[in-house]
């Protein structure tokens, strides 16, 4: 089999990790904790960092920081991962949605303005695959308007657009570290700000917000969303080798694309915008409409023969437990429904060889008719 996703642990992870258990300093009070906070937020071009526990966690801690609450409107794509809308859901503010662009299957940002009301306390931005959102002119709608941006960049570390690193834009930004980004601390993330105020709030609220006059009485609910000194020993391990993992992810992508650009009946991800080169975190294919079989026929066709596959996100106004919850009733949003429909990504992970990728191209040739 070859898997969708191999992460490398070639650099200094060992070290850091004996060093973790030969200290004692296991728990998230250990010293890694804060050493790659601080390296990771410089890195991104922030003044705070972070650490929490999961990519999900770090959303869930920016929607709370910012003072959302329920009634209250939140902006954000359909195309993307649930954990978007968590809290979202959870605190009963209003989910409003845009629909994705066609070539770089990141939001609209044509259809933004005209969704913004009284109500909208924030915008969401989510980078997609491998390719940062327009953020120019979506900045200067929330400019425009006074409306705080969230970012979720957790598949764009390393990433930048117009030369700025991605997660340097939003009011609050996140990112994830689970085995399959580029940096990785087996489950993890982090939340980057330039605002005191808010890294405060996020410190409070990954540490369950205890006090610091008195432990255990609490004025606010907040989560244990600690990251390990373990978990952060790994990740600062992994930030040293950024630069050349990024490198080898735009080879995976670029090759790729050199071998199917010539097959019929795909579209292929979008290279190279004029504000950024694709990072490719994943190399998704989108069947055409020539294609006879939709995403879900291709992937079990490439199972068979030992590729691994995953499906594009499910759009989020066609979740079940979304709909449950009364939402986005009678809501449509095609070109959303047509990459889950038709979308799908190929073993694109740090640990792929360059034969293997020959190998998985030579497979979709021969099945995928």
């Known amino acids: 089999m070859i898997p969708v996703n191999t992460p490398t642990l070639l650099g200094n992870e060992k070290q850091y990790l004996l060093e973790c258990i030969e200290s004692g300093w296991i728990s998230s009070e250990g010293p890694f904790v804060k050493q790659f906070e601080e390296k990771f937020s410089a890195r991104v071009g922030r003044k705070y960092g972070i650490a929490v526990s999961s990519g999900t966690a770090a959303l869930d801690v920016a929607v709370e920081s910012l003072g959302i609450q329920k009634g209250d409107e939140v902006i954000l794509p359909t195309f993307t991962i ?3 809308i968590h809290q979202i859901a959870r605190i009963g503010a209003i989910p409003v949605l845009v629909d994705s662009d066609p070539e770089t299957w990141n939001m609209d940002i044509s259809q933004i ?29 929330c400019e425009k308007h006074g409306i705080p941006l969230i970012e979720d960049a957790a598949e ?15 009011e609050i ?14 489950e993890g993330g982090m939340v980057v700000t330039d605002s005191e105020e808010l890294a405060e709030k996020c410190r409070s609220l990954r540490n369950l917000c205890f006090q610091n006059k008195q432990r255990f009485i609490h004025e606010q609910l907040g989560w244990n969303y600690r990251i390990t000194n373990l978990q952060a020993a790994i990740g600062l391990a992994q930030l040293e080798r950024l630069d050349e993992s990024i490198a080898r992810k735009r080879e995976i992508g670029r090759h790729y694309t050199a071998l199917l650009s010539e097959v019929p009946g795909f579209q292929l991800p979008y290279d190279d915008a004029d504000y950024a080169k694709n990072i490719f975190w994943v190399y998704g294919l989108v069947l055409m409409d020539e294609r006879l079989c939709e995403a879900k026929t291709a992937m079990n066709l490439l199972e068979e023969s030992n590729i691994g596959t995953r499906p594009f996100f499910w759009p989020l106004h066609k979740q079940p437990v979304l709909r449950k919850m009364g939402f986005f009733k009678n809501q449509t949003f095609p070109v959303a429904e047509k990459l889950a429909h038709r979308g799908f990504y190929i073993p694109s992970g740090l640990g792929l060889e360059n034969n293997q990728i020959e190998e998985v191209v030579t497979i979709i040739k021969e099945k995928i008719k």
């Open 82 to 84: 649930i954990s978007c």
């Open 113 to 141: 303005e005209s969704k913004i009301t009284e109500k909208t306390k924030a915008i969401m931005a989510v980078h997609i695959y491998g390719l940062p959102v327009d953020m120019g002119p979506l900045l200067k709608i």
């Open 156 to 170: 764009m570390i390393g990433q930048t657009y117009r030369e700025k690193p991605c997660g340097s834009f939003g």
């Open 173 to 186: 930004s996140t990112f994830s570290f689970y085995p399959n980004k580029h940096i990785t601390t087996g």
